[in-house]
Structure formats: structure tokens, C-alpha cells
């Protein structure tokens, strides 16, 4: 990690001098002090995807939820728990010449998250939780008007139809790119090691070939650099 | 961990020829395919007890959900998601000498759990989870008639008037002990390195000092020793 760190200063890559922003991870929405909804992201695509960026010579911001990998060395590591937290924190890291949204974010949060824990009360009445919906973190970068990042990419983890849910995802949030893939539970790559995606960026929807998500994330970061060069 | 697992089969220990049932870490509820409800138990606890109770020459059956420490070596582990599964290994485990409930079992599980990612309608539609009721684990063990284990110790996760709801809970359980800890977010219990109990018996209540989670653990098991023999 010092070496990569140490590497990275010294980096005259094609993203010298670009300052991107990198979420990644699940975030945790609490239910109660010990209790909360979270998702099987690990944060390893994430992870890869900073790294790569960092190779390339930029200074990145790593953003991340409670994510099971280590972050890479050599960038700003902030951590966060929720979506609000996550959602604060990319606000306050603005302006950047890039963001790559890949953290798994909450869609949810538990509006009556209880300050004591929820006790069986023996009369088998049930929790009812109370839902409200999180700050769009990806849609709110998107849509920005000045000082929005030149190139804004979203993430889209879908269970069916993958490239036309993407497809949409990509219009209805504003966004330039969105990296789709199946995360199905038949497919290992949720917490796995490998990636299949589908890239959509306004010229179509492009099918790369199931590989290792550090490759995912290299292959990301050169486009991410031509774009911006 | 060769060398534990090595030296608790050679181990003369007062619970040599003893069978004994450790539950650990959290259980994990799924939602929907890539989301679900977790508590923030480590297993750190439940590992140490079964890791002490081995050191005193136990055959130790260690039932553990997706817990972030790993578990110890020279026990038989069964790896477990929900409180469904756990319960039916459980059973499946019986007999045995003396049983440890130190998992921290939801309590519901999600019963309209999808068989799709859940996704944003756009409307503004907030899901609606419905719960049931989970098994009780650690009742289900302590009232059983013929086969009961001699000693049946649960737990309690308390965030408040601690010693009060673990009296009550070792009344309405059924069970032997009840060893009962403040996981308030304020103490750093859950998820940490360290643990102050209050041992539940017949007796009354035993104020243990704050400690190290593995003492704890020491502690416990040549008290289960004791009881056994």
C-alpha cells in the first residue's frame, strides 16, 4: 500500500492533475442500535476501480460505506455509514472533473429507525417499519448545472433485463454513463471476484466479456481518461 | 489454528467427552436478492467460547452465521445465513451436553422477501415489508422435555435496564443462564474487542468487570465445566 501510495505521487499518467471522486461499498441503514438493512455489495469493484484511477495518475477521492475489502492506498479515504452520510459527503467533496458512482446505495431508509433496541414483546405483534426514500445521490451530480463534474458515471445492479433497465436508468438520471450488471445470485458477482458489464454511454450499449473486476476497473479507467482528455 | 486444533484433541480437559453447542454471529434476513436485515454481532463473543471451551478438551459444534471474524480451529463449523437455517442445524446437532446460544438471531425475518431486486418505481412508492416472527432458538431448546441439554445458556443484548430484562428473559426462556450485556452504541460492545456481563443464574445476578472478550469466554467455560461435572 506505501508502495502504491508512493507509486501514485509519482504517477505522470494521462489523469495527472484530475481530481475524481469514487464511491463504493454498501451503505447500512439502521433500524435500530443494533439492527440495520444492508446489502451484499463488498465494495471490491469499487475498490479496483480507485485504484486504477489512481495508476492513471489522478487524485481520488474514495468515498465508501462499510465495505468488506480494504480501500486502496494512495488516495482520500472518507467513511461513511448511510446514504445521507454518503450523500454529505460527495456534496461536500465538489467540485471534480469526474465522479464514478459505484457504491451500492440504499434506495431505503427507515424513517422510524428506534433509539432503543425492538423488543418481542411476547404478544406477537410485529415491527412495522416506516420507509422514506434516500437522497439521489448519482440523479443530484447529474443534474447539476454549474459546476457539475464533466463526466458523471452511475452504476446499475439489476436482477432482469439488464441492458434496458440500464438504458433507461442512464436517461431518467442525467448521467453520461452507467456501468450494468447482473448481479443475480446465480451469478457470483455480488461479493464476487469477477465482472460482467454492460457499458451504456449515449452512443449504445456496449457488452464487455465476463473478467476479473480489477481488469473492469482498468479498462474504466483509460476510458474515463480518453474522456477526459 | 493446526496447532489449536492439535492440542484440543489432545487435551485432558475437565470437558473431555463433553458435546457442546456454540451458536455465533449474526443472522442475516434477506429482502430481496441483494438486500437484507443484519445486527452488528461480529461473532468475536461466540468464537472465543468456543474456542475456550475446546481449550478444555470439549468436542465443540460451532453454528455460526455470516460473522466478521473467523472461526476458531479444532471445532466442527456450520456456516448458516438466516435464523430459519440456524435453528434447523441446530436441531439437526442434538444431542448434546450443554448448549451456548451466543448468536444474535433476528428476531423477524422478512416474509414477503422478492425474488427480483426491489427498485423505485419513480412514483415515490415506499416498499412495505411484512415480518414473521422467527423461531426461538434458544426456547425451543430449553423447554424441550426428554433430550434437553443439561445446561442451556443464552443470551441477552440489552441497551437498557440490562440486568432486569435478562432475569426476566431466563424466566420466560426456560433456560439455565442468561448472559446478559449492554450493546449500547455509546459502550463499544457490539462489534468490539471487549465485554462487561452480567451472569444470569439461578442464584441472582454475578456482576462481571469489563474485560476481554477471550476472558469472558475463559471464564465462562470453566463455570460450564463446573456445572458439568
Known amino acids: 500500500e506505501i508502495m502504491a501510495a508512493v507509486g501514485a505521487a509519482l504517477t505522470e499518467g494521462p489523469l ?27 465494495g471490491a469493484q469499487g475498490t479496483a476501480i480507485a485504484a486504477a484511477l489512481r495508476d492513471l495518475g489522478a487524485r481520488v477521492t474514495f468515498v465508501t460505506g462499510p465495505a468488506s475489502v480494504p480501500p486502496p492506498g494512495g488516495v482520500t479515504v ?31 431508509r427507515v424513517a422510524n429507525a428506534a433509539g432503543q433496541k425492538m423488543k418481542k414483546d411476547g404478544t406477537g ?7 422514506a426514500e434516500n437522497p439521489d445521490i448519482l440523479a443530484g ?27 433507461a436508468k442512464r436517461a431518467r438520471k442525467g448521467c453520461d454513463w452507467i456501468v450494468a450488471n447482473d448481479v443475480s445470485p446465480g451469478t457470483g458477482i455480488m461479493g464476487g471476484s469477477e465482472n460482467a458489464v454492460v457499458l ?14 480489477p481488469e473492469v476497473a482498468r479498462r474504466l479507467a483509460a476510458r474515463i481518461a480518453a474522456a477526459l482528455a
Open 200 to 213: 451504456i454511454t449515449a452512443d449504445g450499449a456496449e457488452v464487455w466479456p465476463r473478467m476479473a473486476k
Open 78 to 108: 472518507v467513511r461513511v455509514e448511510t446514504a445521507q452520510e454518503m450523500a454529505g459527503v460527495v456534496k461536500a467533496t465538489l467540485p471534480v472533473d469526474a465522479a464514478v458512482f459505484a457504491a451500492a446505495v440504499a434506495d431505503w
Open 16 to 42: 495527472k492533475g484530475r481530481h475524481v471522486l469514487v464511491t463504493s461499498g454498501p451503505t447500512h441503514e439502521p433500524i435500530d442500535p443494533v439492527r440495520y438493512i444492508a446489502n451484499r455489495s463488498s
Open 141 to 167: 451530480v447529474a443534474q447539476m448545472g454549474a459546476g457539475r463534474p464533466r463526466l458523471v458515471v452511475g452504476f446499475a445492479a439489476e436482477t432482469e433485463t439488464v441492458e434496458a433497465h440500464a438504458t
Open 125 to 131: 405483534t410485529l415491527p412495522m417499519l416506516e420507509f
